[in-house]
């Protein structure tokens, strides 16, 4: 049985079975399933640098890939830019809840090639270890403009901010950074 618009809310409401719409050739959880295998490996690793934090980072995608789906009508059209605003927004959400906020790097987070990595681990905690120094915007804004690759008029977009604002802030951050990691050497 194939139900549309109010069709299928009507037997979901009064059954409580999920009636599956038809979106082309995939039904709309096919469609998240889809995209959510895509998309999952660079989420973690946006949420990772965001939060610093592995649970948090977990947390994080997890709170992003609900509210996607949720809204995948809307989200179908540009999934991975909806879902890292999400993500963006929902870190702000976080963050103003907690107010506090320690970066770490557990072994073996990110997961890299198998080996010896002794070293690119030493210069990831360096990086994290400087990154903690920054205000979380100004985390957000570095992370994002820098470590995920967004022009500054993506990042403005995703945060809600001017394009001036992620200037600034990127340049301040990185002016941080550059004395922290100069120190540490």
């Known amino acids: 049985m194939n139900l549309t618009g109010t069709d299928a809310r009507t037997t979901v409401a009064t059954t409580g079975m999920d009636a599956s719409v038809s979106i082309g050739a995939q039904t709309h959880d096919e469609e998240f399933t889809a995209f959510m295998g895509q998309a999952m490996g660079a989420l973690t690793r946006t949420a990772w640098h965001l939060t610093g934090d592995q ?19 809307r989200a179908r059209v ?17 963050w103003r809840s907690r107010r ?6 557990p072994d073996g987070f990110p997961q890299g090639a198998h080996g010896d990595q002794s070293a690119a681990v030493a210069e990831r905690d360096r990086v994290v ?5 920054l205000s979380a915007r100004q985390r ?5 403009r ?21 200037k600034s802030t990127t340049s301040r951050g990185l002016q941080i950074l550059r004395e922290a990691l100069r120190e540490e050497a």
């Not at 994080?60 to 996607?68: A, E, N």
């Not at 270890?129 to 120094?133: C, I, Q, S």
């Not at 820098?146 to 604002?165: P, R």
């Open 146 to 166: 820098h470590l995920e690759g967004f022009s500054e008029k993506e990042v403005a977009e995703m945060l809600g901010v001017s394009v001036g604002t992620v």
């Open 100 to 105: 506090r906020e320690v970066l770490s790097s």
């Open 78 to 94: 540009a999934p991975a830019a909806f879902a890292r605003r999400v993500m963006a927004n929902q870190r702000i959400t976080t």
């Open 140 to 144: 957000r804004v570095v992370v994002l």
């Open 129 to 133: 270890r400087a990154l903690a120094r």
């Open 55 to 73: 649970h948090r980072a977990a947390d994080l995608v997890q709170q992003t890939l609900v509210l996607t789906y949720t809204a995948w009508p």
